[in-house]
């Protein structure tokens, strides 16, 4: 109280709430949440102004307004200050009997309110902003990994395939590569089972999406082009001049849209995810090129002797038997003499396609070299062998009803078991070689099984 002219005075409404300022400061600096601010903003101007009967409503863009303070159903509440900043605005309201005590504190509360969640919502984008940073890095960290590393194009198609839908939160996901005038789908990860995508026209995709156009709108390519139900993100993966493969999207798990952000994530992980399928192609092909026999597409010699190394060493630590059969190819010399080389390539290439067919998906077949094939029998004795070689014999005699050109040429056949007749690819061969030496001695198309050693 003060006195002017002996009478006592009200101090100015000011002094009651001069600690106002610092103590929101202070509540700024002690609150985790917005709910948690609110409250102590709240509690701050009713406990100076000795009443609960205080509210702050805050309301941002697009949501219904928060109401914070005691629960309430009067309809006399007074707005005594309101302040709007950006996307969010403050009010707050009393009872008309502390309406023009709390007028003066309240305005600037309201101020520093709306200011301080107007920047928390700033910051809450920058945040997001710099989540989604952090996300794209580690992305394109791991896809540097798949690309450091070799891995089968069966291989690295699951791989891209199951990246970039993790990445996206995608219901499901196809990829696509090119087989003749289509492409076919390769690899499918999917929440719904029941979803089989068809094929897709190459010349209408490539019509409707041109090499290098970037990240196509389903909904526009599917006015020309046949693509899933509920595609939402076509993805080509081009590199090089060239399409490599093609990528559509589902809907996402989060329900959020494919947005600008996540085209640019997948124009960088289509490019890396070409790339990749691109290197797997080629260490496939540069793979194939040093096992496989240029002619006939079955294994070379160096190729089958590895693998030969191999089954006799899963015989013996399973206590199993291989069967190694060597195919020597009678007046083969007669062939090229009468038909040229071609002749005799074409002859080799038959006879090629007539073992595959009648092989197991385990068996092996390669060529020495020459007029001689061999082929491993893994899990079979020489007498199981016997079966095989009769539908061989079979299959050969149909073809020379079908070449005449052929018809004065036969089949030779030497048999050796693995580990019985040796531990080692040399030991094995040789046994083999020596039986089928022993029918060609016997004048041919006859079939020989090495001796016990």
């Known amino acids: 109280m003060a006195l002017i002219l002996g009478r006592p005075v009200e101090q100015p409404a000011t002094s009651s709430v001069s600690s106002l300022p610092s103590a929101f400061a202070q509540a700024c600096r002690l609150s985790r949440t917005e709910p948690e601010l609110l409250e102590r903003c709240r509690r701050e ?3 100076r102004f000795e009443t609960d009967q205080v509210w702050l409503t805050v309301q941002s863009d697009g949501d219904l307004p928060n109401r914070v303070g005691p629960t309430v159903d009067r309809t006399d509440l007074v707005e005594v200050a309101r302040w709007s900043g950006g996307q969010t605005s ?9 309406a023009q005590g709390l007028r003066a504190a309240a305005t600037p509360l309201a101020f520093g309110l709306a200011l301080v969640l107007e920047l928390r919502l700033v910051l809450l984008e920058r945040q997001e902003a710099l989540d989604d940073a952090v996300f794209q890095l580690r992305a394109l960290r791991q896809v540097a990994r798949l690309l450091s590393s070799a891995h ?3 291989e690295t198609e699951h791989l891209v395939l199951d990246f970039v839908a993790e990445v996206f939160f995608s219901w499901w996901a196809c990829l696509y590569r090119v087989a003749g005038a289509a492409f076919v789908p390769r690899s499918l990860r999917s929440l719904d089972l029941e979803r089989v995508p068809g094929s897709i026209s190459r010349e209408r995709l490539e019509a409707a999406v041109p090499l290098g156009s970037g990240i196509a709108d389903p909904r526009e390519v599917a006015r020309t082009v046949d693509l899933p139900p509920g595609a939402e993100l076509l993805v080509p993966l ?7 493969a093609v990528l559509v999207l589902g809907a996402r798990l989060n329900g959020l849209p494919y947005g600008p952000a996540e085209r640019d994530l997948a124009a960088t992980l289509a490019f890396a995810g ?12 540069l793979q194939n090129a040093a096992t496989t026999d240029t002619l006939t ?3 070379n010699r160096r ?3 590895d693998r030969l190394q191999a089954e006799i060493s899963r015989s013996v630590r399973h206590q199993i038997r291989t069967t190694v059969v060597l195919i020597d190819l009678d007046r083969f010399k007669q062939v090229n003499d009468t038909l040229g080389h071609a002749g005799g390539d074409r002859y080799l290439v038959l006879v090629s396609q007539i073992l595959q067919r009648h092989v197991r998906t385990l068996d092996v077949i390669g060529r020495l070299g020459g007029d001689e094939f061999i082929v491993l029998l893994p899990m079979t004795s020489p007498q199981e062998a016997i079966g095989f070689i009769h539908r061989v014999r079979t299959a050969f005699r149909a073809l020379l009803q079908e070449h005449p050109e052929f018809v004065e040429t036969s089949m030779s056949f030497g048999l050796a078991e693995a580990p019985r007749h040796g531990l080692t690819p040399a030991a094995v061969v040789e046994a083999a070689d020596a039986a089928l030496y022993a029918a060609k001695r016997q004048g041919g198309n006859a079939v020989v099984v090495a001796e016990s050693p």
């Open 45 to 47: 101007l009713a406990d």
């Open 90 to 98: 403050i009010a707050v309201t009393t009872v008309p009997d502390h």
């Open 152 to 154: 089968s194009t069966e």
């Open 238 to 244: 081009d590199a090089g001049g060239e399409r490599v």
């Open 274 to 285: 070409a790339i990749a399928l691109k290197n797997a192609d080629l260490v496939e092909r």
């Open 297 to 299: 597409g079955v294994f």
């Open 303 to 305: 190729a089958i002797e």
